[in-house]
């Protein structure tokens, strides 16, 4: 309940409408279509594996795809293999909030050794998270042998390497203690549709 009522109090919800908490068919059929099916960074070619949408006391607060690489579609969204996290948001969001949501989740999946050990990429990530408004898309692309890229509205804001470092931030979403347990099975077992836009390169 406190993450909740941390997010809660990181989005500026007033400038939203308020929307019910249940989702028919065609809402989750409209997830998908808010997100390409195939999304390319170079030679590595990841599909579109789940989606799921946030809402916070009734409130819609943002709705998120996983891309993983596509020959490896069945490992673990933590495991070293190339990865997506595209969000959509629909509230307005303080960077330096969502900063701190995220260090405070990553405590609870990896031992204090490990932030240690991650305490000058944790130093730059802060300047990659940008104060985000209703429409835009932040993105979390990790690149095995690159590092994780940090995009906003397709304009690279960053990038942090290393697998333990990604699997740090990943776990926020993914880990044994995401900061929603209900958006990660929903995310990891939400079912594509066919017809999606044609693969997005930025």
Known sequence: MKKIIILFFALHWMTTPIVSASQSVADKSGMHKLFHDKYSFEDTQMTLVGTGQKKVFFIKAFTAGLYLQEDALAQDPL??????????????????????????????????????????????????????????????????????????????????????????LFSVWFGEKPFDAGLKKQILNSTIAQGYPPTVRY
Request: avoid cysteine.
């Open 79 to 168: 495991s070293d293999v190339a990865k997506r996290l595209e969000v959509e948001y629909f509230v307005n969001i303080n960077g330096k909030d969502l900063n701190r949501f995220t260090i405070e989740t990553m405590r609870d999946n990896i031992t204090e050794a490990e932030m240690a050990q991650l305490q000058d990429k944790l130093q730059n990530m802060a300047r990659y998270f940008v104060d985000l408004k209703p429409g835009d898309r932040f993105a979390l692309t990790y690149i095995p042998d690159v590092g994780t890229k940090f995009s906003h509205n397709g304009q690279i804001q960053g990038i942090i390497p290393g697998h333990q470092f990604s699997r740090a």
